[in-house]
């Protein structure tokens, strides 16, 4: 009587659907450069809005992400 090998079932590669995935990702890249805008640029002269409430409202995630403030 001999020990059978566990029998490992088989690996199936998993098939991504890049046409239903592609406008997310497009989506999610427009949020994260509208985020990084906002954290990064929104300053001084050429800020969409002219209150310092933007920068202010981001300005702790401004110095953790190493973008030049004061
Ligand atoms: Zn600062």
Known sequence: MHASPVMAPAI????????????WAVFGGILMLLAIYFVGVEEGA???????YVHEFVHDGRHLLGFPCH
């Open 12 to 23: 199936q590669p998993v098939s991504l659907p890049i046409r239903q995935l592609l406008p």
């Open 46 to 52: 050429a800020a969409i809005f002219n209150s310092m």
